[in-house]
């Protein structure tokens, strides 16, 4: 396992500068798990879009969704092509088209990241987050499209009709995750991509033991107050079996760090990222169980600076449509170069 670190930080649009620290580490393929209805549709939508209306507490809370942006327009770049029409699934607040404005960091002279890109459509199911930036300067930078989905878990687009397709950080709220990237790989043309994040099983671990704790110690039972996520392990899996070739998974682990478990839960609900499990317990989370929780927190996971981080682990998944003409590898034992033979030589050498 390969692991790095970096500290970047929240741009300024934010109401403070909390720093982000991230580990990188590789995923294998496992069979994907069942599908059952876990999420409420009607009840996530109804947080996005009460969220949105308070559009100034709901930009302030877009550091999160920016740089995953950032960093999934990264890995478009990485490949070598002009994609005349992209398709960004679950846009949120059409983070990714913002994020296509800028430059890329590894050649800022090159121009806009959008240049590769011709006509996005950013399509989501809360019309009130994906039109809250409409008036930003940014939309006259890209040939941007918003349409509003009416189901979120239905695509209403024709075989064959995107040369890529992106989703940053809204799959993770799909109960019917085989579905949605079969339908992803269907309207994709041939030998085109899908490069997505969602939020993994491990996201806010240090959250969901410390409410756990609280209400076992408090309630003596453990209520469902945070949502079930996708294992990093089910992900090469599904894409493989919903159709996809040269399958990539990788997972970023960003780690913010908060003034106390208060200002975490305030976040989350701003960004509309609050629990949407049907059968998640009815009404708010009770005083004394979120004290305790704090002392919880704190105790086993907090920073010697006072503050308390907060893990957000972000999967990453690319995956090619099939085409005739696609590279294949080849077949095992063909090759006629050793690795081993080159290892030794050089390392003779040193």
């Known amino acids: 396992m ?4 970096i500290r970047a930080f929240i741009p300024p649009l934010t109401r403070r500068a909390v720093p982000l620290r991230t580990t990188r580490c590789y995923a294998v393929q496992a069979p994907g798990a069942p599908t059952v209805e876990i999420f409420s549709q009607q009840h996530k939508w109804m947080q996005k879009e009460r969220a949105a209306r308070n559009v100034e507490a709901s930009r302030g809370v877009d550091y999160l969704r920016d740089e995953v942006a950032s960093r999934l327009c990264e890995r478009l770049l990485d490949i070598n092509r002009h994609f005349p029409r992209v398709l960004d ?8 088209a913002r994020q296509l404005t800028f430059p890329s960091e590894d050649s800022p002279d090159a121009g806009p990241r959008g240049n590769r890109v011709g006509k996005l459509t950013a399509a989501d199911s809360s019309e009130t987050l ?3 930036d ?7 930078e890209i040939d941007i499209e918003r349409q509003v989905l009416p189901a979120s878990e239905l695509l209403p687009y024709e075989a064959n009709t995107f040369d890529a397709v992106l989703s940053s ?16 790989n269907n309207i994709l043309k041939p030998d085109s991509p899908f490069i997505g994040v969602m939020m993994g099983g491990d996201s806010l671990f240090e959250l969901r ?14 209520a469902t107050h945070t949502s079930p996520l996708a294992d990093v392990r089910d992900v090469g899996g599904l894409l493989q079996k919903t159709g996809f070739n040269l399958l990539t998974v990788d997972v970023d682990d960003i780690v913010v760090d908060f003034p ?8 989350l609900q701003a960004m509309g990222e609050s629990n949407a499990v049907i059968s998640r317990e009815k009404g708010a989370i009770q005083r004394d169980v979120l004290l305790a929780a704090e002392g919880i927190y704190r105790a086993l996971h907090g920073n010697e600076d006072g503050s308390l981080p907060a893990t957000f682990r972000l999967i990453y998944m690319i995956g090619w449509k099939h085409s005739p003409k696609q590279a294949k590898p080849l077949d095992r034992g063909t090759g006629m170069f050793s690795i081993k033979d080159y290892l030794e030589k050089n390392g003779g050498e040193k």
């Open 260 to 267: 106390d478990v208060f200002a975490l839960m305030k976040d």
């Open 130 to 132: 994906l039109f809250r």
């Open 169 to 184: 950080l809204s799959m993770h709220w799909i109960n019917d995750l085989p579905s949605v990237l079969a339908q992803v």
């Open 209 to 222: 033991t410390s409410l756990q704790l609280a209400e076992q110690d408090r309630r003596g039972g453990v």
């Open 2 to 5: 390969n692991t790095f670190s």
């Open 134 to 140: 409409v008036d930003l300067p940014f939309n006259k």
């Open 89 to 96: 699934l679950g846009a949120n607040a059409c983070n990714i």
